[in-house]
Nanobody, 125 residues
């Protein structure tokens, strides 16, 4: 069982930045593909980005490309989502997810094995 705990959400003005963290339990974090998803009110959950277990490859949704950056520290069992140039449309609950023992990055949520509880990000105009 893998437990994921997100933190770092909050309220920020448009153009501002936030960094989300996702701390994972388990001794094999370095083998997990980690993904970030978000769900805005009244909308389906959508893919934001993901990072390979080694940290040497990332993939982003077009809507956040160039503004968001995913990184990870396998020594700390933590993955990060740095969000810059935030827009009101980035307002959502942000979730991290883990796909265990994979070398492939996935964009589909049902291919992830474990999920965090989510953290709210609100961007005011």
């Amino acid at each position: 069982q893998v437990r994921l705990v997100e933190s770092g959400g909050g309220l920020v003005q448009a153009g501002g930045s936030l960094r989300l963290s996702c701390a994972a339990s388990g001794r094999t974090f370095s083998s997990y593909v980690m993904g970030w998803f978000r769900q805005a009110p009244g909308k389906e959950r959508e893919f934001v980005g993901a990072i390979k277990s080694s940290g040497d490859y990332t993939y982003y949704a077009d809507s956040v490309k160039g503004r968001f950056t995913i990184s990870r520290d396998n020594a700390k069992n933590t993955v990060y989502l740095q969000m810059n140039s935030l827009k009101p449309e980035d307002t959502a609950v942000y979730y991290c997810a883990a796909r265990t023992y994979s070398t492939v990055v996935f964009t589909t949520e049902n291919l992830y094995d474990y999920w965090g509880q989510g953290t709210q990000v609100s961007v005011s105009s």
